[in-house]
């Protein structure tokens, strides 16, 4: 059935089938146009590629003519002499072309080996041209250099100032300056002829002769007489020619009885008898000094005319500030302490937080019966006194009873006593409201374990005595901070000397708060403050030349006359003619990196002497505050102000060297120019050396050519002379051997007159720097002056198997506080602390282990500055065979330097060393930069 | 549904298309060739061959070889504008409907030998005509023989003397005879003027620059080639066996550098000294001695042995290899010598080529395989050589005996590609195309010549042409005899009598 219907279907619509497909068709148009494109491609496409096929085979139909070729047909046929001659025809023809081509080969090698020669030749032309090219370039950058430093020779020798000249006044000079209304009215201004002291006439000191002055029928105090006679010979002010002095110094004091026979009338009629005293006494300098505690005020209610009071007891009345001069006692020995008894820094905080020995008025019923002796001024004061009696008391009182609460505090130890046996003095010369220092034997001792020592001051009207003066130099001697009550009181050498840095300053009235107060002090504060007392009392207060030293620093100061020059080391050159026997000129180093080096400058000196007059005024405060003290002056400080950047461009350009003339740069432009904050300047090497020629020899050479280098210094510690067959190498520098007095370790750090740069590189005679590393190092030390700047680190390390103190150590570690002086940079300045300040028994040290003069000097810089040493770079090419690291006498080497920390540690009272983490790269060490851009420095 | 009918419509349709698409290109590939390749192929199999001849070095041998890839260039695109000139686009075929005539400019001023003999030979010729109008080719009176700017001969100005020519017209139907161009060092085809649509007779053509069926390639003549009636081939004999005492000569200059000294200087290899003889020597130009190489002296002294005269006529063949230039003297010399030349000149339009079959008179090497030339020259038959050697003379003597020949050939050639050409057989068979007159008869068997050549039978009956010079007085007299004996004759079919009438 439905088949049926099928095939019905099928059957009957042939017609139908028909209509159904072009209805289909016309359905599907896009269909329809689908299968004509296709039939049109399938059309097309072989009928293009047959009409482009045929159109490329037309050339090669067109091809005309062929030459002739050898045909190989007829071979077969050919006779066999025939074929053989063709053959050795043919073989001839080989064996010509072969001969030939022979001759071809030959002939191309030969051309070759031409082009060679030619090549080689080109090459070596290019590298001479180069060479030549740098050459030139160099000398052109050195006449730039050249041109300008001569402009700025011609420009500093109208600024230049050398060491103060000595201009010496003339009698005539003498202007009569009117005498004030009375003697108590004297200031600087009025009572003292500046015109005796010139800006630059040294400050020249006249000393009465003891002979000369006769004020008193008792003799002078033997030791006061002889000390200051003593020192005075060795002061540089001191002048023997009383025409040219600008002050006048008379010793009237103490005397052997300290006054107690004195009249006042009598020492002012024979004042006024003095050869010089010229009526009014005018730049005369009395100096009472007092060794005991007895010594009284013999000046007080006195008329002076213009003449200036030293001496250590001052009535309130009686002291002209900024005129007389609060001293301290003489204490100590004449001219030294010994160091090894300096008070240990730490621990900051001793047993005692307080200590106080003293008695009030032991003698007070005696001393109001005992006014006979005095003259009549004495009475005087002492009348007006006691007036004030009741008053004192009651402050007396407080302070008592506030201390006696502190006593009874659990919490802290005190040391405080109101009970003893007094110092033996001479009540009379002791005021009343005046503590006495207590003769018990135990006082230093406690002194010692105390960390502030209080001191109380006297009643209002006395400014300055005997006994707070000795008070003062004990506590200060023995490492306790002061502590003074009573704000009235001047402290010696208040002038300039800011006792806050050293001592606890407060009223009387803050007797109560002192316990809170002292408790608020910090540790690193109460070192600080002790590090300032141990630094005062060394430097002003020790001996009593530190003392006579200081009272003319003083006048000084006051007339702004620069300080007396530190001397340089006078270098006496191993060859009588001044430059090595034999000499050969080194050869040009093979550069060790691509940078471009600089031609080396004309030698010139680092310009010195610029601030004289600056120091004692600008800088006058850290002067006399800081170490070395204000009684010398350098050439030379690394401490000196540094200008704007903007300056060097805006009139203040002299010298200053800017990177591409201040456009800033890297590789070439950054090797040319210095740049920096400070002006250009020049280096000066010193190599110690004891008998290693050859290798000193190597290292001399290799300094040929490295640029900003001003002089090599060889400092020639064997005491034989140097063998007459050694060949020196002549660089482009001048090499002065210095001949030393002894085999010392010390002799490295002379400032001798020789170098006249501030920058020193310490070198020893067998390491090898390269000179970008110098290079480098001397730019680090020049933003890092006042640190010693150099390649090997070393540390200290606390001894942690003993915990007992400090040992060297050269291991490698992320932690540095030294650097090797083998190779290193280092101001001219320290080299005269070293030499000249720093205490002997370091040197005498060094000298005794032959070792150690390294460590000492970064002490020393470190004491200096507080500031740790500077690593430069990663020691690329720095070895040292010297240093024993690997060595089997490494032991005893060691344990010296261990000792010797530990004695320096003593020496200075703490370890000065600081730690530092880092270490100095070049800017663009390791930073990756574009090929064609440069580096600082390739390898640094 | 109806998706699946449209799909499997175009199916089909597709499929259908592939199929007769495919069945078509099986047809029209031919098989047969790729046979006949096989064939060649196994009959060389065992051989090697030194040369592939691939497309790519056949056409390397159209060129020049000394011509730098640049110079080629830039001969090209200096002939550019009228590369494309043939017989139908640059040549006004109006003008020589009828009769092929040729106008001479009248000449002003001195012109060289060479070239006052070719103007010579065309005013002499049946083609000259004086008057313009009727001229179909024109021949300036400009002497561009010699374009060498070196040469004293060297007409300065031409380009703009030929412009100011009358009948100019952009070079139309001009024609433009030059034996040298270029200088040294290049030795390039510029002419140093534009010759615009004008056809260029030249020597020493390069298949480059020649434009096939327009240009003609000109044999090198020497100033003291004949103007006329130039002397017979030197063959006497055809003696058998055909070898001569030398089977291949050279004697010539060679540069030692510079364009075209490669092959010369290669020569001494092929020289054994008994019969391959090639002397070349060195001295050429002032400084030879400055730059001359080690063989030099060597071959000087054995330059001098032998005569060249000698060796020409005393060799089989003769190396004509190419100088500066690509064409020589030499190419003629051995012609007349009957020395079958041996042309090593790569890129050269042989002389005449259009029309002379060279392949029968030379053999051409390729100068890239110079060292193979003697073995092709021994491989060649006697007979081919006695061949080679008489068409050297028919050659010679039809065409290039005198300037005349030489410039008739020339103005033939045109002739033939505007009306009733004559065949390449007419050509190449003695006695050569310039005896034959088409307008004569169209066939070949139509001439005598011929006919043995093709194997035909001569026509049986011949015509005879009595000249008679003096009046017929009586029946005894001889022209009578003569008529009766040649009437006897069963071969005559004609009788002519040429009377010449007296006016006396």
Not at chain 1, 80 to 101: D, G, M, N
Not at chain 1, 133 to 150: A, H, W
Not at chain 1, 802 to 815: A, I, K
Not at chain 2, 164 to 179: E, M, Q, T, V
Request: proline share 6%; glycine share 4%.
């Amino acid at each position: 059935m439905d088949y049926q219907h099928r095939k019905g279907y099928n059957g009957g619509a042939a017609q139908p089938a028909r209509a159904t497909f072009l209805r289909w068709l016309q359905r599907n148009g896009i269909l329809m146009q689908l299968i004509m494109l296709l039939i049109v491609v399938m059309v097309f496409i072989p009928l293009v590629t047959h009409y482009y096929l045929s159109n490329a085979e037309l050339p090669a139909t067109s091809r005309r003519s062929q030459p002739q070729q050898l045909s190989l047909e007829n071979l077969q046929a050919m006779k066999p002499q025939e074929l053989k001659a063709r053959l050795e025809e043919l073989y001839r023809i080989r064996s010509s072309v072969q001969q030939e081509l022979l001759g071809l080969e030959a002939r191309r090698k030969d051309m070759q080996n031409q082009i060679d020669e030619y090549s080689a030749l080109i090459a070596q032309r290019q590298r001479e041209n180069k060479e030549s090219q740098s050459t030139l370039d160099k000398v052109n950058f050195e006449i730039v250099q050249k041109r300008k430093s001569y402009e700025e020779v011609i420009q500093r020798s109208m600024l230049h100032i050398g060491a103060p000249k000595q201009i010496l006044p003339q009698l005539d000079d003498n202007v009569d300056v009117e005498p004030p209304q009375a003697s108590a009215q004297c200031r600087q201004h009025n009572c003292f002829d500046y015109s005796r002291c010139s800006l630059t006439s040294h400050f020249p000191v006249y000393i009465y002769a003891s002979e000369d002055v006769t004020l008193s029928k008792q003799p002078l105090d033997a030791f006061v007489r002889t000390s200051v006679a003593n020192v005075m010979t060795t002061n540089p002010h001191v002048t023997f020619d009383p025409n040219i002095a600008c002050v006048y110094l008379v010793l009237i004091g103490d005397t052997a009885d300290h006054w107690q026979s004195a009249s006042s009338l009598e020492l002012e009629t024979s004042l006024r008898k003095l050869p010089l005293w010229k009526g009014d006494g005018r730049n005369h300098v009395l100096l009472n000094l007092a060794r005991n505690v007895s010594a009284t005020n013999v000046l007080y209610g006195m008329n002076t005319d213009r003449a200036i009071l030293v001496q250590s007891n001052f009535d309130a009345a009686q002291f002209r500030p900024g005129f007389d001069i609060v001293a301290p006692m003489l204490l100590g020995k004449e001219a030294s302490f010994d160091w090894k008894e300096t008070p240990p820094l730490v621990p900051a905080k001793r047993k005692y937080l307080l200590s106080f020995q003293g008695i009030l008025s032991p003698y007070a019923s005696k001393q109001s019966n005992h006014g006979h002796a005095n003259v009549e001024n004495v009475m005087m004061s002492r009348r007006l006194k006691d007036s004030n009696r009741t008053q004192v008391n009651s402050v007396s009182d407080f302070i008592q009873e506030e201390l006696h609460k502190l006593k009874s505090l659990q919490v802290d130890n005190f040391y405080i006593e109101f009970k003893c046996p007094p110092l033996n003095a001479d009540p009379a010369s002791v005021d009343l409201s005046e503590w006495w220092i207590c003769r018990t034997k135990d006082r230093l001792a406690i002194l010692k374990q105390s960390t502030y020592a209080l001191i109380i001051g006297p009643d209002e009207h006395i400014v300055s005595s005997t006994m707070l003066q000795m008070r003062l130099y004990e506590a200060l001697k023995h490492g306790a901070i002061p502590v003074i009550l009573g704000e009235h009181v001047e402290l010696p050498f208040g002038e300039f000397i800011q006792w806050r840095k050293a001592a606890i300053i407060l009223p009387k009235a803050r007797a109560s708060e002192l316990y809170f107060y002292l408790k608020t002090i910090q540790d690193n504060d109460i070192v600080k403050l002790r590090g300032q007392g141990w630094f005062v009392w060394t430097t002003y207060l020790s001996s009593a030349k530190a003392v006579l030293d200081t009272i003319l620093a003083t006048l000084r100061t006051r007339l702004n006359i620069p300080a007396s020059i530190m001397p340089a080391e006078q270098s006496v050159n191993l060859f009588p003619g001044g430059a090595p026997l034999k000499q050969k000129r080194a050869q040009g180093m093979m550069p060790e990196s691509d940078d471009f080096f600089p031609p080396p400058e004309i030698p010139f000196p680092s310009p010195k002497f610029l601030r004289n007059f600056t120091y004692s005024t600008i800088d006058r405060d850290v002067n006399w505050n800081t170490a070395p003290g204000p009684f010398k002056l350098f050439p030379n400080t690394p401490f000196d102000p540094v200008l704007p950047s903007d300056a060097k461009f805006i009139g203040s350009g002299l010298g200053f060297r800017p990177i591409g003339k201040g456009s800033g740069g890297t590789g070439k432009e950054f090797q040319e120019a210095l740049g920096g904050n400070i002006p250009g300047e020049q280096f000066t090497i010193i190599i110690l050396t004891y008998e290693r020629d050859a290798l000193l020899m190597t290292s001399l050479e290799r300094l040929m050519g490295l640029p900003y280098l001003n002089k090599v210094i060889v400092v020639w510690n064997s005491p034989k002379p140097a063998a007459a067959d050694i060949i020196w190498p002549e660089i482009h520098v001048p090499i002065k051997v210095v001949r030393t007095k002894k085999n010392s370790l010390n002799n490295r750090f002379l400032p001798y007159d020789e170098i006249e740069t501030e920058a020193i590189l310490s070198l020893d005679d067998d390491a090898h720097l390269r000179h970008d590393e110098i290079l480098f190092g001397f730019r680090v030390w020049r933003e890092n002056r006042d640190q010693i700047v150099g390649f090997p680190g070393r540390y200290h390390a606390w001894d942690v198997n003993l915990n007992n103190g400090f040992l060297y150590n050269s291991n490698y570690s992320c932690e540095l506080s030294m650097v090797l002086t083998g190779a290193a940079f280092i101001h001219k300045y320290y080299a005269y602390l070293y030499s000249y300040v720093m205490p002997q028994v370091i040197r005498d040290k060094v000298d005794e282990y032959m070792n150690c003069e390294d460590i000492a000097m970064n002490f020393l810089v470190s004491h200096i500055t507080r500031k740790p040493p500077v690593k430069v770079t990663s020691r690329w090419t720095f070895r040292c065979p010297s240093c024993p690291e690997a060595l089997s006498q490494d032991d005893s080497h060691f344990k010296e330097r261990h000792r010797c920390i530990q004695f320096f540690n003593q020496v200075y009272g703490y370890i000065p060393l600081l730690y530092t983490q880092f270490r100095v790269d070049s800017v663009l060490f390791k930073t990756r930069v574009p090929h064609d851009k440069q580096k600082c420095f390739k390898f640094v | 549904m109806q998706a699946r009918t449209r799909y499997s419509v175009v199916l089909v349709s597709s499929v259908v298309l592939f199929l007769v698409y495919r069945q078509w290109l099986q047809g029209s590939v031919p098989g047969h060739g790729q046979n006949l390749n096989e064939n060649i192929k196994l009959q060389y199999d065992h051989l090697h061959t030194y040369v592939t001849w691939t497309e790519r070095d056949s056409s390397e041998y159209e060129y020049d070889l000394h011509a730098s890839p640049k110079q080629r260039r830039q001969s090209r695109t200096n002939l550019y504008k009228n590369r494309k000139c043939r017989m139908d686009t640059c040549f006004d075929q109006a003008k020589c409907s009828d009769t092929f005539k040729v106008y001479v400019y009248p000449v002003h001023g001195k012109i060289s030998e060479s070239y006052s003999k070719i103007l010579t030979s065309i005013r002499n010729s049946r083609y000259f005509t004086s008057n313009p109008d009727e001229a179909c080719v024109f021949v300036p009176s400009i002497d561009t023989l010699d374009r060498d700017i070196l040469s004293h001969e060297y007409v300065t100005d031409a380009q703009s003397k030929l412009t100011k020519l009358p009948y100019w017209n952009g070079g139309r139907n001009h024609l433009i005879f030059n034996l040298y161009s270029g200088t040294w060092p290049e030795y390039s085809e510029d002419l140093g003027f534009d010759i615009e649509q004008a056809i260029l007779a030249k020597a020493s053509f390069t298949k480059q620059s020649f434009r096939p069926g327009f240009d003609i390639s000109l044999p090198l003549f020497g100033k003291s080639h004949p103007q006329k009636g130039g002397p017979r081939g030197d063959l006497q004999t055809n003696n058998f066996p055909v070898i001569r005492k030398f089977l291949l000569a050279f004697k010539g200059k060679r540069y030692l550098s510079g364009i075209g000294s490669d092959t010369r200087n290669a020569l001494y290899h092929l020289h054994n000294g008994y019969d391959i003889i090639l002397l070349t020597t060195c001295r050429h130009g002032k400084d030879w001695q400055k730059i001359k190489d080690v063989r030099c002296d060597r071959d000087n002294a054995e330059y001098e042995k032998h005569d060249y005269q000698i060796l020409l006529h005393n060799s089989t063949f003769c190396l004509v290899p190419r100088g500066r230039r690509l064409g020589s003297f030499r190419f003629l010399e051995s012609l007349q010598a009957a020395c079958i030349p041996v042309i090593l000149s790569n890129g050269w339009e042989l002389p005449f080529s259009e029309v002379i079959d060279w392949k029968k008179t030379s053999i051409e090497g390729d100068e890239r395989l110079l060292l193979q030339i003697p073995s092709i020259l021994r491989s060649v038959s006697d007979e081919q050589i006695l061949s080679l050697r008489q068409q050297t003379q028919f050659v010679w003597d039809a065409y290039f005996s005198s300037v005349e020949k030489i410039v008739t050939t020339t103005l033939q050639i045109i002739q033939d590609r505007l009306q009733n050409p004559r065949s390449a057989f007419m050509w190449n068979h003695p006695p050569g195309a310039l005896a034959v007159f088409t307008d004569f008869a169209g066939s070949h068997s139509a001439f005598p010549f011929y006919t043995s050549v093709l194997g035909e039978e001569a026509c049986e009956k011949f015509t005879a042409v009595i000249s008679v010079s003096s009046p017929i007085l009586s029946q005894s007299a001889p022209v009578m005899k003569l008529i009766k004996s040649v009437s006897k004759s069963a071969y005559a079919a004609q009788y002519m009598y040429v009377l010449y009438a007296y006016t006396a």
